[in-house]
């Protein structure tokens, strides 16, 4: 653990982060925050860090802290990304109405902005939302647009997180093979380190639960 008593920075905490210091990028994030120094990009890498100490409440605050820093700056696509985190991270917890006031705010930001990365992740969580209904075909054509968005924006996590979502609607609409197929596809890019480590461990959770 590093003695936060010391001079430190914010580059201090992403040295950390990148070498997977969890503990240690914290109190470097904790002691550079008490002076009120961390940039929008620096309160999201915070909130990973957070979230890998177990830290879920401190984690959401500084989301919340991130998307009010975004919002201020005009970077409405960034916004829009923590947005839906913040609606992931609540549905994840069960916390339904909190889960549904982000993903509107994400919708709105997003309503007449150029395509971005965070269409594709709006269209996956409506995938999400359309088979809580029951509606899987619904739930395939939002996972099929959240799967073009991420190959027209080059985003991994996005198509990566598109292929498991709609390999586990194909699953549900009994197209086992072809649904399976989708998901070890992601798995692949999983294993492979081409993703973030956030976005690897759901793929590795839903890979799990769509073989379940």
């Known amino acids: 653990m590093v003695d936060t008593g010391e001079p430190t920075s914010a580059r201090d905490a992403h040295d950390a982060m990148a070498r997977h ?34 830290r879920p409440e401190l984690a959401l605050e500084l989301l919340g802290r991130a998307s009010a820093a975004l919002t201020a700056q005009g970077d409405r696509g960034a916004a829009a990304d923590v947005a839906l985190s913040l609606a992931f991270e609540h549905r994840h917890r069960r916390e339904l109405a909190t889960s549904m006031g982000w993903l509107r705010k994400a919708e709105r930001v997003l ?24 509606d899987l075909d619904a739930a395939l ?3 099929n647009r959240a799967l073009a968005i991420g190959e027209r924006t080059e ?11 709609k390999g586990r609607v194909l699953v549900k609409q009994g197209q086992v093979a072809d649904g399976m197929a989708h998901v070890y596809e992601a798995m ?25």
């Open 155 to 165: 985003d991994r996590d996005g198509q990566a997180l598109a292929l498991v979502r």
């Open 21 to 54: 210091a969890w503990a240690d990028a914290l109190a470097h994030f904790g002691a550079v925050d008490a002076a009120g120094t961390l940039s929008a990009a620096d309160l999201i890498a915070y909130a990973r860090a957070a979230t890998w100490c177990t």
């Open 111 to 134: 309503a007449d902005l150029p395509e971005h990365r965070a269409h594709g992740h709006l269209a996956w969580a409506r995938s999400m939302e359309a088979q809580g209904k029951g």
């Open 141 to 143: 054509e939002q996972a």
């Open 188 to 212: 692949v890019a999983a294993v492979s380190g081409e993703l973030s480590l956030q976005v690897t461990g759901q793929i590795y959770c839903a890979t799990i639960d769509a073989c379940h």
